[in-house]
């Protein structure tokens, strides 16, 4: 009869193994007949490898009988080995079992389910189930899903090489080989391979220069990818300049000359090599040897009580130097008297006695001169006592008589204390006229008749406060100096504006520089009054340090009191001269300490916006937002030999020549406006003339000189006494900025003084480039305000735009549509800091557009984004 527990689980024996397994349960002992059966081997996950079949195990104890089931099924008692055996430990039955797996049997499969096996185990008192093995079939794809990709590197730059293993069951492991041999992170920490197989190579040296191969491999196959060439290079760096040469020339003008090598490091692996000269020339003068001549004899002395009288001369005309040859010859002759002049013996005598009474007469004049000399000094004590001079002052005519340029009249100074000759610009006087053109332009011509000078330039800035002015500038000046901070602020009031403001803001124009201060409304908190001043500083007053090949790009600028309060950002406009291409340079904002020292506080194009500071770049203006005010410069580094400054060139003559020789001046300054303003003031004090409209040169990095040349000069009238063909100003000279009123003066000379006209050509071009035709105009600007007047939008429909614009809209036409539509969305997130966006924004659209800027315009952007509402554009008189 069949036993009740194997029908219950409905085992797949046959009636003969039924039968048999009753009677071992029929024997086995009774103190364990109440026992489960536990597994002694469970089956294990398996992978077919190929067309191999895997072998699953299962042993158990205490058991009568034990079966595989696979997904779900029996496995027919055939296809099972078993063997029963006793432990001899426990005396109990131990019963194993063995099956094959075929990969037709998975493959049957494929795509339903997973393919797995579990092992089922009975006993008298019940059932067990093993754990469930899967059986997989083993592959690996031969495509890798991505290889590695060849680079050329600089030395210790970091490397990232990619690697994504072919598909394959189980996943494939994933070693690196450089060269064919094994990379093993723990032995050179330089390597290291991420979790997702990537290989990065922390610091690039010579030798991890190779080809390096991805290797994928599992328990099926091996892959091996494309190899990856690595070429780590080495850029040329220059060594440092040799001294320079002794001079070429023994006597005279000559040439001495520098180098430098490309081997700190040496270019290695196509590296570029180093950019610029090798070898630097510069002019010299060596001190000419001098041989010394003699002077004219003297006068033959009295004849002597010897009967001898002399006569000298000296080694003086001229004297020996340099290394030049002393005089040959005597210094000192004697000659014989003749008898009728010889003394006799009384005479001697009255001789010495004569010696005693001189030297009597000696004692008597140097006291007498004592006496004088004393007189004069009590004299001048008490005329200047008298007088209240000041001992600091002196007459400026002392200072300038003999320096006078002809038809120029020297007029009183107005302060004592300014050792200054104003001229007088209205005298008439001869003119020049010529243009600046490239080496392939028509000559032109020159006319020398009589004319003006130039214009007048503005050279004073008035402030508008609520319809009055404050009082003069030059008292606002000179008390802002006094005190203990502003001590280096130069006395200049033709480039000082200052006003007096309160919460409404305004504005602080220096005329014809290009500088100015927006101050926006709230900037000032309300129940503040501030005096506020804008002054462009000299460079040589303050030495801005400037290293290696960095070069001052803008004007210095001050504007304080630093210490003021402020709720908001002002905006500070100044010109640059450089070509606006971040690409090119690497410019740092520069601001002076308390203590006098520079420090850099903004990279441009790394702006952060919670920082007090942020620049707008436009092609010729900085517009800097600042939260604190002080003194600013901005100071660039080229990166390479395509970066360029913009220099300005401007050409002057004498403004009267009444000799035969005649000076053309040929400027080369940074294109801003300051500078060139400058140079007007200066010219117009030495009675110069512009004689052409100023043009841009756009001056690259490639540590060549500018030369400058003046051709096709009429031979039968004029002649240049420039002794060579051109003139060249050093590159370095006009690269770091540091020089103001850099110029060249070409000296020519007319052979008689009826010639009036000149028709030349003027040639200015960079060594090694191109000749260049240029245009430039130069304008004024308008005076400072301070309240409403100084801004173009009105303030209370500035406060209808914020209030409009501020609050997020679902459609988007809130202020990031205006920012957009006024082409500043790359500051949108400069903008999204500030308590009020649109605010910043207005603010700097007055700062780009007060001088040309139209409120219509802004209506109209205000309804292209669907801000149409009458009432924001729509105030009253008694509102503006």
Not at 314 to 337: V, Y
Request: glycine residues 6%; proline residues 6%.
């Amino acid at each position: 009869t069949r036993p009740s527990s194997v029908t219950a689980n409905s085992t797949p024996c046959s009636s003969v193994s039924l039968f048999s397994l009753c009677l071992s349960i029929s024997t086995l002992p009774a103190a364990f007949s109440d026992l489960l059966p536990h597994f002694l081997v469970e089956p294990e996950d398996e992978y077919i490898v190929k067309n191999k079949p895997v072998t699953l195990t299962c042993r158990s104890t205490p058991a009568t009988q034990i079966y595989f089931k696979c997904n779900g099924e029996w496995v027919h008692q055939d296809d099972h080995l078993i063997e029963r055996t006793v432990d001899p430990a426990t005396a109990l039955p131990v019963m194993q079992v063995t099956i094959d797996i075929t990969r037709q049997q998975v493959e049957k499969i494929f795509g339903l389910d997973e393919y797995w096996c579990q092992c089922v185990a009975w006993s008298t008192t019940g059932t067990q189930k093993s754990q469930k093995a899967y059986i997989r079939i083993a592959y690996l794809r031969k495509n890798f899903e991505e290889e590695p990709q060849g680079k050329e590197v600089a030395l210790d730059q970091e490397v990232l090489l990619r690697c994504h293993p072919p598909e394959g069951v189980p996943q494939a492991e994933v070693e690196w080989q450089r060269n064919e041999d094994v990379i093993d992170p723990a032995s050179d920490p330089n390597f290291f391979i991420t979790t997702d197989h990537n290989l990065v190579i922390k610091n690039a040296r010579l030798a991890d220069t190779g080809n390096y191969t991805c290797v994928a491999k599992n328990i099926v196959a091996r892959r091996k990818s494309t190899s990856a060439t690595v070429l780590v290079y080495v850029n040329g760096g220059w060594s440092t300049w040799t001294t320079w040469s002794s001079c070429s020339a023994v006597c005279g003008r000559g040439w001495q000359k520098r180098s430098r090598s490309c081997t700190n490091p040496t270019p290695l692996n196509g590296g570029t090599s180093c950019e610029g000269q090798n070898v630097q020339k510069s002019a010299c003068v060596a001190t000419c040897p001098v041989d010394g001549g003699w002077s004219e004899w003297s006068k033959w002395s009295a004849c002597g009580a010897d009967c001898s009288m002399w006569r000298t001369r000296e080694c003086t005309q001229p004297s020996p130097g340099t290394g030049g040859k002393e005089c040959q010859g005597l210094d000192l002759q004697s000659l014989n008297c003749t008898s009728e002049q010889c003394p006799q013996s009384e005479c001697t005598t009255t001789h010495i006695l004569g010696a005693e009474d001189v030297a009597l007469y000696v004692g008597m004049v140097a006291v007498a001169l004592c006496l004088t000399l004393l007189l004069i000094v009590v004299v001048l004590v008490y005329r200047r006592k008298k007088e209240g001079l000041d001992a600091d002052v002196a007459d400026s005519s002392i200072l300038t008589t003999g320096f006078q340029p002809m038809g120029i009249k020297p007029s009183k100074p107005e302060n004592s204390h300014l050792l200054t000759i104003q001229p007088d610009l209205t005298t008439t006087t001869t003119s020049y006229q010529g243009t600046l053109r490239s080496r392939h332009d028509a000559p032109g011509k020159f006319s020398m008749t009589n004319g003006p000078l130039l214009d007048p330039l503005p050279n004073g800035s008035h402030t508008l406060h609520n319809g009055k002015l404050n009082s003069d500038p030059a008292e606002f000046v000179s008390r802002l100096s006094t005190q203990t901070y502003f001590k280096t602020l130069p006395r200049d009031v033709a480039n000082t504006s200052y006003g007096t403001f309160n919460f409404l803001g305004g504005r602080l124009t220096i005329p014809s520089t290009g500088i100015s201060l927006l101050i926006p409304p709230e900037a000032i908190p309300r129940g503040k009054i501030y005096e506020i001043y804008l002054t462009v500083q000299r460079k040589e007053d303050l030495r801005l340090p400037l290293a290696g090949c960095q070069t001052l790009l803008s004007p210095v600028v001050s504007c304080g009191p630093p210490g003021v309060v402020l709720s908001r950002p002002v905006i500070l406009s100044m010109d640059h001269c450089f070509d606006a291409c971040l690409d090119n340079w690497a410019v740092r904002l520069k601001k002076q300490n308390y203590e006098g020292v520079w420090e850099d506080i903004l990279l441009m194009g790394e702006e952060l916006v919670s920082e007090p500071y942020y620049c707008q770049l436009e092609a010729e203006t900085c517009r800097l937002f600042s939260e604190q005010l002080g003194t600013f410069a901005l100071v660039g580094e080229s990166l390479h030999m395509g970066a360029a400054k913009r220099l300005r060139l401007v050409l002057f003559s004498d403004a009267y020549c009444s000799t035969l020789e005649y000076n053309i001046r040929v400027y080369c300054m940074d294109d801003t406006q300051d500078v060139f303003k400058e140079v007007m003031q200066m010219e117009r004090q030495l009675g110069g003339r512009l004689i052409d409209e100023p043009h841009v040169l756009l001056f690259k990095d490639s540590y060549h000189n500018l030369r400058l040349s003046i051709h096709d000069m009429p031979q039968a009238h004029w002649r240049s006494k420039l002794l060579a063909g051109y003139q060249e100003i050093p590159f370095y000279h006009i690269w770091n900025g540091s020089q103001r009123y850099l110029h060249c003066t070409f000296t020519l000379e007319r052979l008689s003084l009826s010639t009036c006209e000149l028709t030349c050509q003027l040639c200015v071009w960079q060594v090694e480039g191109e000749g260049q035709s240029f245009t430039l105009t130069a304008h004024s600007e308008p005076l400072t305000l301070a309240g409403p007047s100084a801004f173009q939008i009105p303030y209370l429909i500035r406060q209808k735009i914020c209030s409009s614009l501020d609050a997020p809209c679902p459609n988007g036409a809130d202020w990031r549509m205006l920012a957009q539509r006024l082409k500043l969305e790359r500051h949108m997130s400069f903008f999204a800091s500030k308590a009020s966006p649109t605010s910043v924004i207005l603010d700097l659209w007055e700062a780009q557009h007060f001088h040309s800027g139209n409120i219509n315009q802004l209506a109209t952007v205000m309804a292209d984004i669907g801000k149409q509402e009458a009432m924001i554009f729509l105030v009253s008189d008694g509102e503006c």
